[in-house]
């Protein structure tokens, strides 16, 4: 059964870079055809899909955060690591990884439990 944690600074300062690593065990990251993502939950608003890292290295990125965002990954520590550039007070969230994949139908199938990140002086 895969396993999601995320980690990382729980405060980050206005200006500078948020990055977050997320520690994938029971599976592998590289197997087809999973993608890793990214998804956030600001306070009192809904998901939002950041990007993904797809099993073969290629990334996609949200329109709306794609100039700020950057998803990476380490095969041999079986992580891949969000770093959302610039960030401001509106990047407050929590943070989800998550898998994304199939068995009939694509879907998020596992989640890690999510961390917060503040952003503030």
């Known amino acids: 059964q895969v396993r999601l944690q995320e980690s990382g600074p729980g405060l980050v300062k206005p200006s500078q870079t948020l990055s977050l690593t997320c520690t994938v065990s029971?599976?592998?990251?590289?197997?087809?055809?999973?993608?890793w993502s990214w998804i956030r939950q600001p306070p009192g608003k809904g998901l939002e899909w950041m990007g993904v890292i797809a099993y073969d290295g290629s990334t996609y990125y949200s329109p709306s955060l794609k100039s700020r965002t950057s998803i990476s990954r380490d095969t041999s520590k079986s992580q891949f690591s969000l770093q959302l550039n610039s960030v401001t007070p509106e990047d407050t969230a929590v943070y989800y990884c998550a898998r994304f994949g199939s068995s009939y139908y694509f879907s998020f199938d596992s989640w890690g439990q999510g961390t917060q990140v503040t952003v503030s002086s």
């Open positions: 029971g599976g592998s990251i590289t197997t087809t055809y999973y993608g």
